[in-house]
């Protein structure tokens, strides 16, 4: 099983929509968790954190975290076509040696006008 | 301009040529890492350093070795490059790499690497 588990996608949604991006981790004791955006040829955008149990908005963006089910989400309403993107999930995990953060593959998301 | 820059952007070497991709960032971060995107398999941790003079493997460090000489650099040394390092490389840098913190990444611009 992988650490941190994406639906590769690609995500479709119409310009407008709200798009739900979903992400699963195995580490129990995993503390924090990232969203970032990566265009095609860029590095990756961090846009997202969150490490308490429930939702945190920032504009158009909320993440949901829900610890007992080892899930993250993020939410992006009125999808945009300029936010088609791949979107990593990363789980941050406190080890005796210092953090460790695991990404996950990334799911694509084409948002069509 | 807070940033972490990477050189070069593309490279195109032959098996066994000895590299280094040189990363540095400019805003004080403790924490530096080196991954690698392969299609289908995500970021890949290679070596991280938690400060200078401390670094340490990550999940692939086969065929690669690091230096933190100096807080802002971090560069990335390929002694034996063979084919199946081609991948695209990105330099990442955080305030700390301890603790409960929500310290994000910031990520240099990347640098494809192809060998033949």
């Known amino acids: 099983q992988k650490e941190v588990e994406q639906n590769s996608g690609p995500l479709s949604v119409p310009e407008g929509a709200i798009a739900s991006l979903n992400c699963t981790y195995s580490?129990?004791?995993?503390?924090?968790f990232f969203w970032y955006r990566q265009y095609s040829g860029k590095s990756p955008e961090l846009i997202m954190s969150?490490?308490?149990?429930g939702d945190k908005e920032d504009g158009r963006f909320t993440a949901q975290l829900n610890k007992a089910s080892q899930y993250v989400s993020l939410l992006i309403r009125d999808s945009q076509p300029s936010d088609s993107a791949t979107y990593l999930c990363a789980v941050n995990t406190i080890m005796e040696y210092g953090n460790k953060l695991v990404f996950g593959a990334g799911t694509i998301l084409r948002v069509k006008s | 301009e807070a940033q972490v820059t990477q050189n070069p952007r593309y490279l195109i070497t032959v098996t066994g040529k000895k590299l280094t991709v040189t990363c540095s960032q400019n805003?004080?971060?403790?924490?530096m890492s080196w991954y690698r995107q392969d299609p289908g398999l995500g970021l890949r941790q290679i070596y991280y350093?938690?400060?200078?003079?401390?670094?340490d493997k990550g999940d692939v460090p086969e065929g690669y070795k690091v230096s933190r000489k100096e807080k802002r650099n971090f560069p990335l040394i390929l002694e034996s490059p063979s084919p199946n390092q081609t991948s695209l490389y990105f330099c990442?840098?955080?305030?700390?790499?301890?603790?409960?913190?929500?310290?994000?990444?910031?990520f240099g611009s990347g640098t494809r690497l192809t060998v033949v």
């Open positions: 990442a840098s955080s305030l700390s790499g301890r603790g409960l913190t929500n310290y994000g990444y910031t």
């Open positions: 805003m004080n971060h403790e924490y």
């Open positions: 580490d129990r004791v995993s503390q924090s």
């Open positions: 350093s938690m400060n200078v003079e401390v670094t």
């Open positions: 969150i490490y308490s149990n």
